[in-house]
């Protein structure tokens, strides 16, 4: 008993670990395109998955691929920068008797912005360890709006953090940014 009480801190603690390195790694830029190559090579790698990430250019409209990254590199395949390609349109991740996990690319109960769908062939089905990484890491790479210039980031991070009167430091802080930028 005590030894799988050890087994299953263990894989606690390296999904800790796994979703510390999501943080780092996914939406270092308010880049889509970017933030969707960063998920699919954080997926990739960490899950052992072929792992595409489809986005909708608007709620109702069809998916389209905007990363796709295989287990054996971190380097997602260049999509097409005009848009993306169509997701029901581009080669299958992996033979139809794979192994397959989808989650929503979405914050909490928002509309989804899209899917991010893992794909193996080797091993047996994606477990509930595996299921609960990744759905952490595509809500990271939804946090922000696609669009999101310095002002909408700044309303969207104090909207999320509930913050009251938080705007007179922020412009305080903006302030002294601009006061030590070069001119």
């Known amino acids: 008993m005590a030894e799988r009480g050890a087994e299953r801190a263990e894989t606690l603690l390296t999904r800790v670990r796994a979703l510390e390195q999501a943080i780092g790694e996914t939406g270092t830029t308010l880049d889509e395109t970017n933030t969707c190559r960063e998920l699919a090579a954080f997926a990739a790698r960490h899950l052992g998955a072929a792992t595409a990430v489809d986005l909708a250019a608007e709620p109702g409209a069809p998916l389209r691929r905007a990363a796709h990254a295989e287990p054996t590199t971190s380097d997602p395949e260049p999509v097409d920068p005009s848009g993306g390609t169509p997701a029901a349109h581009t080669r299958p991740l992996a033979p139809p008797a794979a192994h397959q996990l989808s989650v929503p690319l979405a914050v909490h109960d928002e509309t989804p912005l899209g899917a991010v769908t893992l ?25 922000l709006p696609a669009d999101s210039g310095p002002g909408q980031v700044v309303d969207e991070v104090l909207r999320r953090l509930g913050a009251h009167g938080a705007e007179d430091d922020v412009a305080v802080l903006a302030a002294r940014i601009r006061a030590r930028a070069p001119r």
């Open 119 to 143: 794909s193996r062939t080797g091993g047996g089905p994606f477990s509930g360890d595996e299921a609960a990484l990744l759905r952490p890491a595509a809500r990271l790479a939804a946090r």
